[in-house]
């Protein structure tokens, strides 16, 4: 009975499951895939409270903003200081710093936002996520410079906050760069403001906080133009190196015994990429397809020679308007140059669900630093990696709202891009200056979060893992989702580490294009993919990923997974 029951079972699964194969789709395809349009502008607040100099996308679906916190008055007055004493009315009272919110949480669900609390100065600095989803932040300006601070993100509801840790940065940290290491919740932070060391957070194995000499800080500092290699761009190879760019040089890093692996060709262009040259940079999504071993990068835009010191003198020289693309695995390294619609600088750089690249927010002119640019780009340009050369660039459609120094984007998980921030005076002014600080938040839509592509678009799209806590490396979980239209065409599946985003530097930022095991649709139209999660934490250091279903080009509002050190 038992026996005849278990092959009743197999009989009616084997014919009520249909099994599809997770690649070749497109040959099932006919005709070209959808032509997409140029995107939409939303504005979703007038007053975001604080200047989004730093923004990041938590796995709770929070955007946490803050800016510095000496700068006076902000966008969002408190009625009582932290301390309980009461905010008058007082000149005195309206003028003080900590009678206003410097940080928020933003719920993009419900389009609110939260006052947050931080301690001491986070100007200009940094952070990362640590594999449990916990923000943390090092650095900033005065008493701020060595301090670490730690936000566990929460549910709506909730009332997390920003915590500081007794322990200090060996090093002040103002305009350096972090980037989460393939070890437990390792953190390296690199350079600052006179500073050419970098050090490790939080530091697992000792108790004595040190820093480590970095001689490619001393030679690609531009002591007259404002040194044109802070916050040096960081990428984490798949071999587990280190690639670290700064001004126009970049290196391949062996952090672990502080040692140069490789020295790459500098970069073509007159001009510089890094801060105040301010350029930005991705790399292009890995694949599994290639096992995730060849890593790309790709540095766009920055700022003419001479532009910060001309910009002292009210002269905006034009930006660089050229890109390059290296391969930074095998043995052959060349710089591949090739020109954006136009000039730009300060500009944030990032990977769309579908793997191509959005370069939005920036200037055309000048540098970055206070007062120190012009000419706003309002055009996003849209950059597809894999089209033949010469027709990778569009341009989409413009805003009204110029967002220049001080202000930073990020990638939400119904696939709109938030747009915030911009002040490049040294306080929160709002009239007689050319360019004012804006607090309006805005999220650019790409045409393919349009609804007319809502047939090809999957939905529904939930994960499973055998383990509650996340998927261990290279091990198998499930994703289910439905399609509206029976069709799967060239279904592709990424995952995408939210990243840390200020000064046009994202910092963590990474894509991959995960391995399909096999695909199986139940007589309920439930199409049930097996995923093959990366293979090792070089490839994807531990941490929450936004999973995206992409079919035919069109993405699925993202979920989150978590990818453990099994
Ligand atoms: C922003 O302010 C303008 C002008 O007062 C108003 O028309 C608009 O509805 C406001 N938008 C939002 C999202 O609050
Ligand atoms: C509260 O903070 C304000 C501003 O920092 C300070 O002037 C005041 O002395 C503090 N009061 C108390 C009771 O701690
Ligand atoms: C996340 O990890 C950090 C560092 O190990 C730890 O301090 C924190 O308590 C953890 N948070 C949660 C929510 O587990
Ligand atoms: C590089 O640009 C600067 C202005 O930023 C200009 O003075 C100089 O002549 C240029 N050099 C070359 C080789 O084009
Ligand atoms: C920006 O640069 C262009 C090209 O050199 C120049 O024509 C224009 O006047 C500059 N704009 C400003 C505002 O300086
Ligand atoms: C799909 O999601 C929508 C919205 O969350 C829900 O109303 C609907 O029941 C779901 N459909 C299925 C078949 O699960």
């Not at 009272?93 to 947050?116: G, M, Q, T, W």
């Not at 060391?197 to 690609?220: A, G, I, M, W």
């Not at 490789?262 to 694949?287: A, D, E, H, Q």
């Not at 709109?416 to 600080?437: K, M, Q």
Request: aromatic share 10%; hydrophobic share 35%.
């Amino acid at each position: 009975m038992e026996k005849n029951s278990l092959h009743f079972y197999f009989k009616f699964t084997a014919i009520a499951l249909l099994f599809l194969n997770c690649t070749k789709f497109g040959k099932a395809a006919r005709g070209p895939s959808p032509a997409l349009g140029k995107g939409t502008w939303q504005l979703l607040l007038n007053n975001t409270g604080v200047v989004a100099m730093h923004m990041a996308l938590t796995h709770y679906n929070t955007v946490i903003m803050f800016d510095q916190i000496e700068s006076g008055q902000s966008g969002y007055r408190l009625s009582h200081r932290h301390n309980g004493t009461r905010c008058r009315g007082t000149r005195e009272d309206l003028e003080d710093s900590s009678c206003y919110a410097h940080s928020v949480e933003y719920d993009f669900l419900r389009n609110k936002i939260r006052p947050l609390h931080i301690e001491t100065d986070t100007w200009c600095s940094s952070g990362s996520f640590l594999s449990n989803g916990t923000l943390i932040q090092t650095g900033g300006f005065g008493h701020g410079a060595r301090r670490i601070r730690y936000l566990e993100p929460c549910a709506h509801g909730h009332n997390c906050d920003w915590k500081q840790t007794k322990r200090l940065l060996a090093d002040d940290r103002w305009y350096s760069s972090n980037q989460i290491l393939p070890g437990h919740d390792q953190i390296i932070v690199v350079g600052g403001r006179r500073v050419f060391t970098y050090e490790f957070v939080p530091r697992l194995s000792s108790n004595s906080f040190k820093s480590y000499d970095l001689p490619f800080l001393h030679n690609t500092y531009d002591k007259n133009e404002g040194g044109n290699n802070l916050y040096p761009i960081i990428h984490l190879s798949s071999d587990g190196h280190l690639f670290i760019f700064a001004n126009r040089d970049s290196i391949l890093f062996n952090y672990k015994i502080n040692k140069v692996a490789k020295t790459f060709p500098r970069i073509p262009g007159n001009g510089s990429r890094s801060y105040p040259s301010t350029g930005s940079s991705v790399i292009l999504p890995l694949s599994h397809s290639d096992l995730f071993e060849r890593v790309e990068v790709m540095i766009c835009g920055g700022a003419a020679s001479d532009a910060f010191s001309a910009a002292q003198h009210g002269r905006f020289l034009p930006a660089l308007t050229s890109c390059g693309r290296m391969e930074i695995t095998g043995n052959k390294h060349e710089w591949k140059m090739e020109n954006m619609p136009g000039p730009r600088l300060m500009s944030d750089m990032l990977i769309l669900p579908t793997g191509d690249i959005l370069i939005i927010n920036g200037v055309k002119n000048g540098s970055a630093g206070s007062n120190s640019a012009a000419n706003p780009s309002l055009q996003p340009y849209l950059y597809k990696p894999r089209k033949p050369f010469g027709r990778r660039f569009s341009v989409l459609r413009s805003t009204k709202i110029a967002r220049m120094y001080h202000s930073s984007a990020v990638l939400l998980p119904d696939g709109r891009i938030l747009v915030a921030g911009g002040n490049p005076n040294n306080r929160y002014i709002f009239r007689n200056v050319p360019h004012p600080t804006e607090l309006r938040l805005q999220a650019f839509v790409p045409d393919h979060m349009d609804k007319k592509f809502d047939k090809s678009r999957p939905h529904n799209v939930s994960i499973s893992s055998n383990g509650n806590d996340g998927v261990g490396y290279g091990k198998e979980f499930s994703v289910q989702f439905l399609l509206r239209n029976t069709r799967l065409r060239n279904v592709v599946f990424t995952a995408y580490a939210p990243p840390f985003t200020t000064h046009s530097i994202s910092m963590n930022q990474r894509m991959l294009t995960l391995r399909c095991r096999n695909l199986v649709r139940a007589a309920n139209g439930l199409i049930n993919a097996r995923l093959e999660a990366p293979p090792n934490p070089n490839v994807a250091p531990a941490g929450y990923y936004m999973l995206t279903v992409v079919n035919d080009g069109i993405p699925s509002v993202s979920q989150w997974v978590r990818f453990i050190h099994a």
